[in-house]
């Protein structure tokens, strides 16, 4: 159950009344638009990959569906029995698996260990690593299109961002928010750019030009913010203790004491161990084999890591187990904010209106400039991603309909498609109904609200120097 004493690692009460709120209140303006939005639909034809693609030109109104308003309520658990049942069930498991893999390294004191060691060991050269770590992670979301594999490394990330002596914010910072960054100014990205294009017809990966500026461009913007916000940090420290913004500790994990031999060995496992998943995972990224197992994959790989790290440090198994469990049930109730997230999406899909909301923008697509356009292209993808949080799936939703209009507006289909990877993944930073976000927050202890206060000002900045890059795409004619 949530706690009232938050960390990295569990959940505490004002972070998950606070984001229980935000969705319910998503909730029922979803709801309230399936009343006064007109129902309709696209034909749909198998795709390239056999996923159902929108028919362009094909738009028909329909009859409202019979959606009353109480089903609204039971909608999260409605997403159970629907398509997303697979991905809700998968994400649940994962958080409950990493969470208590989690709780076992820190009452063995190998999470400890393991960050006062590299906290020891770059205490000098903290920001060079920060601005290194941080280019690490955007770039495997640029070229590999990782994302949720980073969550089981953000209890890591703000247990070494408290060894600094700076808080939760900047641990969530320098893993998620960098790897979403990354994600979103892809150079390579194979759920975003390699998708999108193949569905616009045309060559996959061309165009890597411009997207290295874009890369560039978006890591100096957020590094910057990321070392402001972490000098800030430091010098309010001065003579004092960091208080973190989740409330969390300052210790980076409270720990059992243990022989110094034992949790030694702990943490060689849980080195190498890591190591190899994390290879195991690249392989499958830049491969694509087994990558529709990866989150299943991964949450067995921190079983293992967990329970084999716990035990070669010396921890007994029925503590283990104890702990293995506690630090399930800690992050349990992000379970319920998932499916309230996922839920929202049912709504709107349940009451019909998705494919109009995406009509109307058609229409005035095809009257405007080619800046105008471009710009509402953006705008277009911005709002379907607080509905569809998939890549692949909005690209085979979007990219027949953006790609023709695109030809009729006098654009190339590269910008098309930068427009809609612009549009795909910064918001995934901010949306309350990303899941990957929540189960962030929920593992720092840290809620929405205090995430929006922290980051809106960088995401307002990203926001218009991506649509300033877009407008350079146009005026130079990118293909």
């Known amino acids: 159950m949530a706690k009232k004493d938050s960390g990295p690692g569990s959940i505490t009460v004002r ?3 606070t984001s229980l709120a935000v969705l319910a209140g998503l909730m029922i303006v979803a709801g309230v638009l399936t009343l006064v939005v007109p129902s309709g639909s696209y034909d749909r034809v198998p795709g390239p990959e056999g996923d159902p693609v929108v028919v362009p030109g094909s738009y028909a109104p329909t009859d409202r569906p019979d959606y009353p308003v109480w089903r609204w309520a039971t909608a ?29 390294l820190k009452e063995a004191g190998v999470l400890e260990a393991s960050v006062r060691g590299l906290a020891e060991r770059f205490k000098a050269r903290r920001i060079a690593m920060l601005a290194i770590l941080c280019l690490f992670f955007m770039a ?7 994302f949720e594999e980073v969550v089981p490394l953000v209890p890591l990330a703000i247990g070494l961002s408290l060894s600094f002596g700076w808080d939760v914010f900047a641990g969530l910072g320098m893993s998620i928010l960098a790897v979403g960054f990354g994600f979103s100014a892809a150079i390579a990205n194979p759920f975003s750019i390699q998708t999108a294009q193949r569905l616009a017809g045309i060559p996959v990966l ?21 070392v402001s916000y972490v000098r800030r940090l430091e010098r ?3 003579g004092s203790t960091i208080e973190s913004s989740g409330g969390a500790s300052a210790d980076a994990a409270s720990a059992s004491p243990a022989p110094v031999g034992t949790v030694a060995r702990g943490v060689r496992f849980f080195g190498w161990s890591s190591l190899v998943l994390a290879v195991l995972v690249a392989l499958s990224s830049a491969t694509r084999i087994g990558a529709d197992y990866v989150l299943p994959a991964i949450a067995l790989g921190f079983l293992v890591i967990g329970s084999g790290a716990g035990l070669s440090a010396g921890l007994k198994p029925g503590k283990a187990a104890r702990a293995f469990g506690s630090g399930a049930l800690g992050v349990l109730p992000a379970g319920l904010l998932i499916l309230m997230a996922l839920s929202v999406k049912r709504i709107v ?16 697509l095809a009257d405007s400039s080619r800046f105008g356009a471009a710009s509402l292209m953006y705008g277009l993808v911005l709002v379907m991603n607080f509905f569809i949080g998939s890549a692949s799936a909005k690209a085979f939703l979007l990219m027949p309909v953006l790609a023709p209009l695109a030809d009729l507006s006098g654009l190339s289909r590269q910008i098309a498609v930068q427009a809609f990877v612009f549009g795909d993944g910064f918001s995934n930073m901010l949306y309350p109904t990303n899941a990957v976000l929540l189960i962030s927050l929920g593992l720092a ?4 609200g205090q995430w929006l206060r922290k980051t809106w000002k960088l995401q307002a900045a990203t926001l218009a120097l991506t649509m300033a890059l877009l407008m350079l795409a146009v005026s130079m004619g990118y293909k």
């Not at 890369?215 to 910057?224: D, G, P, W």
């Open 236 to 238: 309010k420290s001065v």
């Open 349 to 364: 899909v349940s009451g019909g209106i998705m494919d109009t909301v995406l009509y109307a923008a058609s229409g005035l």
């Open 445 to 448: 202890g840290m809620s929405w």
């Open 206 to 226: 061309s165009g890597s030009g411009f997207r290295v500026l874009a890369f560039v461009c978006v890591y100096a913007l957020y590094i910057a913010f990321m």
């Open 76 to 104: 999260p658990f409605e997403v159970l029995a629907s398509d997303d049942a697979a991905l809700a069930i998968v994400i649940i498991v994962f958080i409950a698996v990493v969470g208590g893999a989690f709780a076992l």
């Open 15 to 17: 972070s998950f009344m």
């Open 140 to 146: 495997i979301g640029s070229f590999m299109g990782v």
